[in-house]
């Protein structure tokens, strides 16, 4: 059975993009095309005009599990896309520090993943994704397992890195909240095989803070995206 049907899609640099739909639907399926770990069986992933299994800048990739080597400390974890691109120990250890400075785990880095909470394993794979600085970064659904308070905060910095960077990126989700909150638009999508029900540029302020969350406007997002999936549902 086809994960993916009829889909035309574009996305411009510099966007904050969330695939909104049901679980199962082959979102992450179009998240592993453009990362070029999968190849599709027919149409064509292009990321800068390049076939995604062709293309040399760096992506970043951020899994639903942090995907930790256990017996590396925190910055030799986030250190690793470097390592093995052969980039100097010294080079590298200094590139991962600064990007745990950008996800708050400055004080976390000789710390082992055991040692920490699931949502600093997190930070540490955002971090790791972030390391080599890519143009386009892809996060499939790396909050779902935390609990609602934990994923509200790390929502807050990955949506004040983005503002920060301008990374263009593709946040995978089936929360209507998350995708309304951190994206500046939404692509919902129907039940597998994924159709595109709606392309939705979100009528929402570029600074996204916690209260947002609680205004009418929100609200009002949000149920668009509801109606949206809702229609696909039926």
Known sequence: ???????DLDVEPGEFVALLGPSGCGKSTLLRLVAGLDTPTCGSVLVNGVPALERRAPVGFVFQDAHLMPWRTVL????LPLELAGVPRAERREAARAVLVDVGLEDATSRLPAELSGG?????????????????LLLDEPFAA????????????????????????????????????????????SPRPARVLADVVLDLPAARTAALRGEPGFARETRRLLTALEQGDG
């Open 76 to 79: 030799d974890n986030a250190a």
């Open 1 to 7: 059975m086809a994960a993916l049907v009829d889909l």
């Open 146 to 189: 935390l609990d609602e308070l934990t994923r509200q905060r790390l929502d807050d910095h990955l949506r004040a890195l983005w503002d920060r960077e301008r990374t263009t990126t593709l946040f995978v989700t089936h929360s209507i909240v998350e995708a309304a909150y951190l994206a500046n638009r939404v692509i919902v999508f």
């Open 120 to 136: 600093m394993r997190m930070r540490v794979s955002l971090a790791r994704a972030l390391v080599g600085r890519p143009r386009l």
